[in-house]
């Protein structure tokens, strides 16, 4: 019997799907940028803080806003340094969680962090744009400080100011694997191991979001849906779960299904459900259909887990950090002029002001993936809808010593789904 059929059904009241917010979906309304993504049950925060045991502590460092540019002066960077007992842990490792936008909390899994300790000082930080490490109001859409080169800058400053071992390992999970990945290309040798976690190798990988379809059967998402189905040999069951997304997408594109937020409430777009939906599929399979019948029938059930979520993402997910790399880094000038621009009434139009950004160098992959000389562990879930290994493998391939850990009972958030095994693979491969 499989993970998704065993899975616990923790409540979506007391819970929800926590994880780094890596992915776009639909071309047409932006909002589902921020909603989705993650996937698998996740534990409160509140929840993850009170079992870890272990001595801990906060604080920040100063950075540059801009390396590029110093005289844009410096802002905080938040951090929590979690350790057993300073003296006799032998690494450091520096765990960077996904987004960008999401502050580290979620990745506090007690039973993957207990087990972790004995071995590593950890340090859990806070990306710069998150609500833990924030930029001033006008400095989202500024693209000298807010892109992602300076988030791997900010790893290294970091590992500078705070690693206490000679060995410090990386740990980046969903577009933190890509910030710990570019870190790796930066500095090859200032660092023992990379750990890329459900994660990417390059900006390429946005594609598979952006060309979704709109028709949800002929979308990637139903193929990775069909194929989890066929791998736990319930492929009876995909007709039933296309017909009901299909019909709650013709809800939302009426204007019928609403979202309360702290203002007021507000309409579910077509789109935003799709992102929704990908975290929905990543329950059991029962209670996915039965809350994807509640949004069919409009029945309290799915209110409540559209009202956790927006919740959750208001107090811990900086969804501007996210939309404005979007603009500026993740897609290519003709992707941006042609799915963006001519867009009407779409978040980009109102945050990036209906203008072509103005984008930072590019990023060079081949060239950073080839100076990567660490060993990287690749970590990817079986059921990952998020990132599936079958789309993002083959770039990982590129890198020279790679090192590949299956996590057989997991989607995108392994922490919360096989902790243990995550933390024995991580353990293994410092050894």
């Known amino acids: 019997m499989t993970f998704l059929i065993k899975q ?47 001595s801990s502590k906060n604080g920040f460092i100063v950075v540059p806003k801009s390396y590029s540019n110093p005289s844009r002066g410096t802002m905080k960077l938040s951090y929590k340094i979690i350790a057993q007992d300073q003296r006799s842990t032998e690494k450091t490792l ?69 690693a206490v071992h000679s060995k410090t390992y990386v740990y980046g999970h969903s577009f933190g ?75 939302a594109s009426r204007g019928e299904i609403k979202i309360n937020t702290k203002t007021a409430p507000r309409v579910l777009t077509a ?20 809350l994807l019948h509640s949004f069919a029938d409009g029945t309290q059930e799915a209110q409540v887990f559209l009202d956790v979520n927006q919740s959750w993402d208001e107090k811990n997910f900086n969804y501007k950090t996210l939309l404005f790399l979007y603009c500026s880094e993740f897609l290519t000038d003709t992707q941006l002029s042609f799915k963006m621009v001519k867009s009407d009434h779409n978040i980009r139009d109102y945050y990036c002001d209906g203008k072509k950004v103005n984008r930072p160098e590019p990023l060079n992959f081949e060239k950073l993936i080839a100076n990567i000389n660490i060993p990287v562990l690749y970590m990817h879930g079986d059921y990952d809808l ?3 290994a079958a789309i993002t493998h083959k770039d990982f391939l590129k890198i020279k010593n790679l090192n590949d850990a299956r996590l057989e009972k997991s989607g995108h958030q392994g922490l919360q789904n096989e902790p243990e095994q995550v933390a024995k693979y991580i353990l293994n491969f410092s050894n």
């Open 386 to 388: 998020v990132a599936p």
């Open 271 to 290: 789109s935003e459900f799709r992102g929704q939906a990908r975290s929905i599929l990543q329950f059991p399979f029962e209670y996915s259909l039965k």
């Open 94 to 162: 520096i765990m960077i969680p996904g987004g960008p936008g999401n502050n580290a909390d979620y990745l506090e899994t007690p039973a993957a962090i207990n087990m972790l300790k004995t071995r590593f000082q950890i340090i859990l930080i806070n990306p710069r744009g998150s609500f833990k490490s924030p930029f001033l109001p006008t400095e989202y859409s500024d693209a000298e400080i807010n892109q992602v080169k300076n988030m791997a800058l900010d790893i290294e400053q970091l590992r500078l100011k705070l």
């Open 8 to 54: 616990s059904h923790l409540s979506v009241y007391s819970s929800r799907f926590i994880s780094g917010r890596l992915t776009i979906f639909g071309v047409s309304h932006y909002k589902a940028l921020f909603i989705l993504l993650f996937c698998l049950l996740g534990v409160s925060t509140t929840a993850l803080a009170a079992t870890t045991s272990g």
């Open 177 to 251: 694997g890509l910030v710990g990945l570019v870190h790796a290309g930066l500095f090859p040798d200032s660092t023992s191991g990379l750990i890329s976690h459900s994660s990417l190798a390059n900006f390429k990988f946005y594609e598979y979001f952006v060309n979704n379809q709109h028709d949800f059967a002929k979308s990637n998402l139903a193929q990775n849906l069909f194929r989890i189905l066929s791998l736990t040999g319930h492929t009876n069951l995909y007709a039933e779960y296309v017909s009901l997304i299909e019909q709650i997408e013709m809800k």
